[in-house]
């Protein structure tokens, strides 16, 4: 047998020193983790740094309003479940402006489906509404009332598509059905891709949150939905003294770390010692109103998540014989037997309305919720935002982000600022995501966006700021 000779000629000097160069900017961590184990991360340096952040998070501006969105683990199945819209609307009093976030659990179907579906449908309810030439002091409570009804109509709609895949409500029926024929009601033909069974129970089953802000074409007026435990923050610079920036938080957050929530959950569901523990909806979801290995959920209210607001039988019959990549039975099935008084979940969206004049109320479902001063911005965001800052208070999260934020529109404004320069203006939402992931820590900042890591080391986090005066 012939053998053959490489002859391996020794790296010169030069090319050693370029080898090291190439590696010097990586080092390990442990992720804060204690363990042994670690990862590889790359340091960056100004303006890499800055420019990686633009990168990965996709800053974007659409009139007053700045938004991002990140989730730096590059795995596939580790994709962002955050949605957000930013839309200015032509209706017939005027231009209107549309934000919204969504944060997604479970699978893409039902936040993408929402997300395209909910501006559409509002819009061309306030049109509407709008062209009768409703008078103004009737104005506040009639919009109120159409973001009301257009979030639960958009859940109640998901639930009775996913109904309509089988042909009986009756669970008797529906547990007689063979399961090959569970199965062919629940796949994805061709012939009705757009319309399958499969895309009907998958938006059903999986959930998502929403936050919608609606401002009216005076700004005069701002209106905030929610179901689910994303946050809307305002904030307002005082006239006098110094001008201090202020925060107010405008909306109850819908998971198990509002003891209120849980006691609702409970006090529905007396005779269930589980449907909470561990603050999650027997012990699976965390948000309260409104998955690969599914994660646990921590909002009460959702829209979706149709497996905890129907009898059990859809879930059994679902995570039996749905076949989807998303879906794991060996994790869900256990959370079915203790599915005894549905719903556990609601997608009753509680809806503020924020009048932005001198003298007025701030009004919550109808009912008067204190003074309001004239606000000059609203942070929408994702609870990725809000998991950065681990042991605070939700009201101190709002003022260190109106700090944020505030003190970036006065550098803006000040006699050096972009205003006087004639530079273009920074984006607010990309500004207060830099703070939250590290500021001006460049090797956490680093770390937090280039740790090479297969599973997620951050939830998706979603930002938007507009400018409201």
């Known amino acids: 047998m012939d053998l053959r000779v490489i002859d391996l000629t020794p790296a010169s000097e030069s090319q050693q020193r370029r080898t090291l160069d190439e590696v010097k900017e990586f080092t390990t961590t442990d992720m804060d983790r204690g363990g042994p184990e ?11 740094l800055t420019e990686e952040l633009k990168r990965l998070a996709g800053p974007c501006t659409v009139g007053d309003v ?6 730096p683990c590059k795995t596939w199945h580790h994709r962002s479940q955050d949605r957000h819209k930013v839309e200015q609307w032509a209706l017939p009093n005027g231009t209107w402006t549309y934000t919204a976030v969504f944060d997604g659990h479970m699978n893409h179907h039902t936040v993408d489906h929402i997300s395209a579906a909910l501006g559409p449908h509002l819009r061309d309810s306030l049109a509407a509404a709008l062209r009768c030439r409703p008078a103004e002091s009737a104005t506040p409570a009639l919009v109120s009332g159409i973001l009301k009804q257009t979030l639960e109509h958009l859940d109640n709609t998901l639930l009775s598509d996913f109904l309509s895949v089988f042909p009986s409500t009756h669970p008797d029926v529906l547990r007689k059905l063979d399961p090959s024929r ?14 399958s069974g499969y895309l009907r129970a998958a938006r059903a089953l999986g959930g998502t949150t929403a936050l919608v802000a609606l401002v009216d074409p005076t700004r005069s007026h701002l209106w905030v939905g929610n179901v689910g435990d994303c946050v809307a923050v305002l904030g307002q610079k005082d006239a006098a003294g110094a001008g201090k920036w202020r925060a107010t938080v405008l909306n109850s957050i819908h998971n198990g770390s509002n003891p209120g929530e849980l006691e609702r959950i409970r006090a529905e569901h007396p005779e269930e010692a589980d449907c909470t523990w561990n603050n999650r909806v027997l012990g699976f979801l965390a948000p309260t109103r409104g998955a690969s290995a599914v994660p646990p959920l921590r ?21 039996r014989h749905l076949e989807a990549d998303w879906l794991s039975s060996e994790v869900m099935e256990p959370h079915v037997p203790r599915i005894r008084t549905p719903p556990y979940l609601s997608s009753m969206p509680d809806v503020y309305h924020v009048p932005l004049r001198n003298g007025e109320r701030a009004e919550r479902n109808g009912q008067v919720r204190g003074n309001a001063a004239p606000p000059r911005i609203l942070i929408l965001c994702s609870d990725g935002l809000s998991d950065l800052y681990d042991g605070y208070s939700f009201q101190e999260m709002a003022d260190e982000w109106v700090q944020v934020v505030g003190q970036e529109l006065d550098a803006a404004a000040g006699p050096r600022g972009a205003h006087a320069s004639g530079n273009a203006r920074s984006n607010l939402a990309l500004a207060l995501l ?5 500021g001006a820590d460049t090797e956490l900042v680093s770390r937090n966006l280039t740790v ?9 986090t979603t930002i938007v700021v507009q400018r409201l005066a």
């Open 38 to 48: 670690r990862w590889t991360y790359r340091m960056l340096q100004e303006p890499a």
């Open 66 to 71: 700045d938004a991002v969105s990140l989730q």
């Open 182 to 195: 569970v199965k062919q009601l629940l796949s994805c033909s061709s012939a009705e891709k757009a319309n």
């Open 299 to 319: 909002v009460f209210f959702t829209l979706g998540d149709a497996w905890l607001k129907l009898p059990a039988v859809y879930a059994e019959l679902a995570f």
């Open 434 to 438: 830099r703070e939250a992931i590290g």
């Open 452 to 460: 090479e890591m297969e599973e997620r080391w951050m939830d998706d």
